[in-house]
């Protein structure tokens, strides 16, 4: 029975290896606090890189902007107001988004900021793309992901709840509960057959980035 997250304090690639393919949902706790990328990577840093880079912001690559109907592309995503940004000044549009980094260069400057995580299997495949989530409060609606292989997703800043339901195939075994992680914490969950939304708390913002393996 699935009732909940395996959680793991920082483990090695060998002690990782019985639970690197499971079904089950987990929390490796202070798994990636020693990225760079939690100090240095926001809004700012990001703007930056995508304007200095020629072409990074007509690439194709998929741009979510849940139920931030308004930031259509990152070209808008880029153009907020600072007080908007900030959620500062009374600013109640909040905000929320997501794309793929599928432009190389930029992806290759990103991935400076963090290393391939060093708990996955040696011979796992990763994708020539990863994902950028940021904002605050309101996340992802529950959804199942059509992809080929599993994911992990590592918190940067702020804190995040994590709400999983099962898929009909596991409904015997398989119970819809939810979990919290913070900055530095990575998350391994098969989103093929749990569906999964996510929020953060009210005020905070939180930033995260996510990949697969296979």
């Known amino acids: ?35 760079p990328a939690l100090k240095l990577l926001n809004y700012s840093y990001l703007k930056d890189l995508y304007e200095k880079v020629p072409g990074a912001m007509d690439e194709d690559c998929q741009f979510l902007h849940f139920r931030s109907a308004d930031i259509k592309s990152l070209k808008d995503f880029f153009s907020m107001p600072k007080s908007r940004v900030e959620m500062k000044d009374g600013s109640d549009l909040t905000w929320y988004v997501g794309w793929s980094n599928c432009h190389p260069v930029v992806l290759e400057e990103l991935r400076k900021l963090y290393p391939r995580p060093h708990f996955l299997p040696e011979d796992a495949e990763m994708p020539n793309t990863d994902y950028i989530f940021l904002g605050f409060e309101q996340g992802a609606f529950m959804h199942l992901d059509y992809i080929p292989r599993l ?25 819809t509960f939810s979990f919290y992680v913070e900055p530095g914490d990575a998350v391994l969950v098969d989103t093929r057959m749990w569906y999964h939304g996510t929020s953060i708390p009210k005020g905070q913002f939180a930033l995260t980035i996510q990949s697969e393996y296979g």
């Open 1 to 35: 029975s699935i009732d909940g997250p395996l959680v793991l304090q920082n483990i090695t690639r060998s002690d990782f290896a019985p639970f690197a393919y499971s079904s089950q949902p987990i929390i490796i706790k202070n798994a990636v606090a020693h990225w």
């Open 151 to 175: 994911m992990w997703q590592a918190q940067l800043q702020g804190n995040k709840t994590w709400v999983l339901a099962p898929t009909p195939e596991c409904d015997s075994v398989c119970h």
